[in-house]
């Protein structure tokens, strides 16, 4: 008989207005994570394209969500999409604890790209908040707060798309030696319009950095979280 592959799925919300990019997006993320995982079987699917996560389920996956926070979304809409499903979740991307050091990594590089210090580099950290809950902005501040830790010295601020401090008043006292790092997953709406709507709405003389979710380690990170979550699953159940 066969040997059947283990079966993980990665999902984040997509774009309603415009489902397929971020799916597409997500398709190649998915398979830059096969490559680490190669006796697995890893899909995707957003939850904006209508039917694709119920079409790539089966008993027992590893839902991966690609999100940064527990939120509304890996909360309460991915639960009940799963409803009748034996499955196990991993902790949101934006919660991994392995995320940090690969963004330090990221802001060390950009600012000796450019020839500047880091204590004389000021970073706004763009996030989406939301107005259903304060999961979203905990989840970012607490980020901060770890960068902060790590880069003595760095002046890191927080800016938000749906709650204050909105990212045009956090960016408005910024100067020239500046970089938005913009706390998401993917590079959807928020990050391809709101956010540079907002920077030039500030006078943002600075430059804005890829999405987290487009660091190179990425696809290990992400790897290593599913097949901890697939021991942990399996201690527990042994």
């Known amino acids: 008989m066969p ?45 904006s394209s209508k039917g694709f996560l119920e079409a790539a389920m089966c008993e027992d996956a590893v839902i991966y969500p690609f999100f940064m926070a527990r939120g509304w979304f890996t ?13 196990r979740i991993a902790a949101p991307f934006g919660l991994d604890p392995a995320l940090p050091a690969l963004t330090v990594t990221a ?3 950009a600012v000796a790209a450019r020839g500047w210090a880091l204590d004389d580099t000021e970073i706004l ?58 706390f998401f997953a993917q590079s959807g709406a928020h990050v391809r319009e709101d956010i540079p709507e907002a920077l030039a709405q500030a006078g943002f003389q600075g430059a804005t950095l890829p999405v987290l979710g487009a660091l190179p380690g990425v696809p290990g990170l992400i790897a290593k979280a599913i097949l901890r979550t697939h021991h942990q699953s399996a201690t527990a159940q042994g």
Do not use: M
Not at 27 to 33: G, I, K, L
Not at 156 to 174: K, Q, W, Y
């Open 125 to 182: 950290l763009a996030a989406h908040g939301s107005a259903r809950g304060p999961k979203a902005a905990e989840a970012a501040e607490s980020f901060a707060a770890t960068l902060r830790a790590a880069l003595p010295g760095l002046n890191l601020r927080t800016g938000f798309v749906e709650e204050t401090p909105f990212i045009a008043d956090a960016a408005r006292s910024l100067g020239p030696r500046a970089l938005c790092l913009p």
């Open 3 to 47: 040997h059947l592959p283990r079966v993980a799925i990665l999902t984040s919300h997509g774009q309603p207005s415009a489902p397929p990019p971020p799916e597409i997006h997500l398709a190649a993320v998915a398979a830059a994570v096969n490559d680490q995982l190669p006796d697995w079987d890893v899909r995707s699917a957003t939850l």
């Open 107 to 109: 802001i060390r590089d």
């Open 75 to 87: 909360g309460k809409v991915l639960p009940r999409r799963l409803t009748g499903w034996r499955y």
